[in-house]
């Protein structure tokens, strides 16, 4: 069977499923090829959507067990039933995928589930999920489809004891130690949720600092409140192998200093990154430039690749490897494609780390401003000096605005604190507007509420604060 399409979408995460909506509104025939059974791609099936599920059930449980009783409520007995909770983040999982696919319904676009390949400029041949073989022809093919974890050659997956996010997703027992191998972000949030829940949580990290792209003041913050709350660290340590028995791990590492040191545990999350997928998608024989070995893509600034009718974005291509980026990308592809004015800004792209307290931020951190030898001015307010953080028990974290020091223009914002994911869009909006810290300084923000607290810190950056 052959069909004609004016896009043939390879990859239905939030790149590929949201660049296909758009481009079914400005009235292109779309088809997305899936091979997974569900839309929504690596983050509503296993990335940022099950492990927000687990952060939120375990925060309350973390609450329920050890913070009610100040709240002068008693909660005795209160018990954990895995089952359930992973039962509700499948649901939750279930939900947004099907959601996707009723967005495909409404814009008319054509989900194909099965591998795709790319037969040629305006060809993808699809290998049926259900069996057989279907060959769609197309004006334009893009390719969007995503990341996988990196596998160390010494720590190989076995799914069981030695496993990457997805599995750590799905953990049927509390582990009793889990070590997590890599302090970036996915294994700091998966390892937030089994400590809360439990396990003994240890993680090994390589450099001499977690969440090392961070702003290194907010990152030495969080890793001491990750101390408080019981997770061990183990920083400047190589992993260089393990030794699996009965679903039992024996971990050795490597101290800078040239220390050998073991670690006994029952999992061992292994987060050192990912790696744009291109398994299988046929690139070599279309000529598409790309480096297999980072897994990306050459594009240029409007997602096209050396191939004319060939595109790519989302975490195959360079950037941060973010769903809001990859849905950002999928939008401005589709404006390009139909000759529209499409544009991402990357400047002001947030990231967000989901521990608790949270990491926010946008822009610059002061490590970079100082690299690119920028005159900047700081202003920083403490949560602890905020009524509504006072009022929930939350006052761990700072905000901190960057602003230059002639033009008072907003370069960069950082939040550690309760509910920044929340928080950090005011300061995108602004930094969108080419806003000033005087501009977050003179807004009315309600009271009492966190963002009062990036109020106080745009105040402070004229050293003119109000309430701190
Ligand atoms: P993906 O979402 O990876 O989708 C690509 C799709 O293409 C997949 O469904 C795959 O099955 C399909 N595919 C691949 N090859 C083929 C083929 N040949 N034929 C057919 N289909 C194919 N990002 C955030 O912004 N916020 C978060 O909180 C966050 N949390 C995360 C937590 C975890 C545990 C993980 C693993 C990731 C998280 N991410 C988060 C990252 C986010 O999931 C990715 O950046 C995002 O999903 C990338 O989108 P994409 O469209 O490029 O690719």
Redesign the pocket.
């Known amino acids: 069977m052959s069909d004609r399409y004016d896009l043939v979408v390879?990859?239905?995460?939030?790149?590929?499923?949201v660049a296909a909506i758009r481009a079914a509104q400005l009235g292109m025939k779309v088809a997305c090829?899936?091979?997974?059974p569900t839309?929504?791609?690596?983050?509503?099936?296993?990335?940022?959507i099950?492990?927000?599920a687990l952060l939120d059930s375990s925060e309350l449980y973390e609450l329920a067990t050890h913070r009610f009783s100040k709240h002068g409520i008693t909660a005795d007995g209160v018990g954990l039933d895995l089952g359930a909770m992973m039962g509700r983040k499948d649901q939750v999982v279930k939900e947004l995928t099907q959601g996707v696919g009723g967005l495909f319904r409404k814009n008319k676009i054509e989900p194909v589930y099965?591998?795709?390949?790319v037969a040629g400029p305006n060809s993808v041949q699809?290998t049926l999920n259900d069996g057989g073989e279907r060959t769609l022809e197309t004006n334009a093919i893009l390719l969007?489809?995503?990341?996988e974890?990196i596998e160390l050659p010494f720590l190989k997956f076995d799914g069981k004891t030695i496993v990457g996010?997805?599995e750590a997703?799905a953990f049927e027992q509390v582990p009793e130690h889990l070590v997590v191998v890599g302090g970036g972000?996915?294994g700091l949030?998966?390892g937030s949720v089994w400590k809360r829940l439990g396990a003994k949580v240890t993680v090994i990290e390589f450099l001499p600092r977690i969440v090392p792209i961070v702003d290194h003041e907010l990152g030495n913050q969080l890793y001491k409140i990750l101390q408080k709350q019981g997770l061990e660290f183990q920083l400047e340590t190589k992993v260089t192998g393990a030794e699996v028995k009965d679903g039992k791990a024996t971990l050795s590492a490597e101290t800078k200093d040239g220390k050998t040191l073991t670690f006994d545990c029952d999992k061992v999350l292994v987060s050192v990154g990912?790696r744009g997928?291109l398994?299988?998608?046929g690139l070599e024989a279309v000529g598409v430039e790309h480096d297999p070995k980072a897994g990306k893509v050459t594009i240029d600034a409007h997602f096209r690749t050396n191939v004319p009718s060939i595109y790519a974005?989302?975490?195959?291509v360079s950037g941060?490897?973010?769903?809001?980026?990859?849905e950002e990308e999928?939008v401005a592809f589709a404006e390009l494609l139909a000759g529209k004015p499409g544009h991402v800004n990357y400047e002001t792209i947030p990231?967000?780390i989901?521990t608790w307290p949270e990491i926010a931020s946008v822009g610059l951190t002061e490590e970079q401003l100082k690299e690119q030898g920028v005159d900047y001015r700081v202003g920083k307010a403490p949560f602890v000096a905020n009524g509504r953080a006072k009022a929930m028990d939350e006052k761990d974290g700072i905000v901190k605005v960057l602003a230059d020091a002639k033009t008072d223009r907003v370069l960069g914002v950082h939040i550690i604190g309760p509910r920044a994911s929340d928080m950090i869009a005011e300061a995108v909006a602004v930094m969108e507007f080419a806003g000033s810290a005087e501009d977050i300084a003179r807004i009315c923000h309600g009271h009492p509420t966190l963002s009062e607290t990036l109020k106080e810190a745009a105040l402070a950056v004229d050293k003119r604060t109000i309430n701190c």
Request: proline share 6%; charged share 15%.
């Open positions: 390879i990859g239905a995460g939030p790149g590929g499923y090829v899936e091979k997974r839309l929504g791609g690596t983050c509503l099936n296993v990335g940022c099950p492990s927000k099965g591998a795709g390949k699809v969007a489809t995503g990341s974890p996010s997805t997703l972000y996915i949030e998966l990912r997928y398994d299988g998608l974005l989302g975490d195959i941060p490897m973010l769903a809001h980026k990859a999928g990231s967000v989901y």
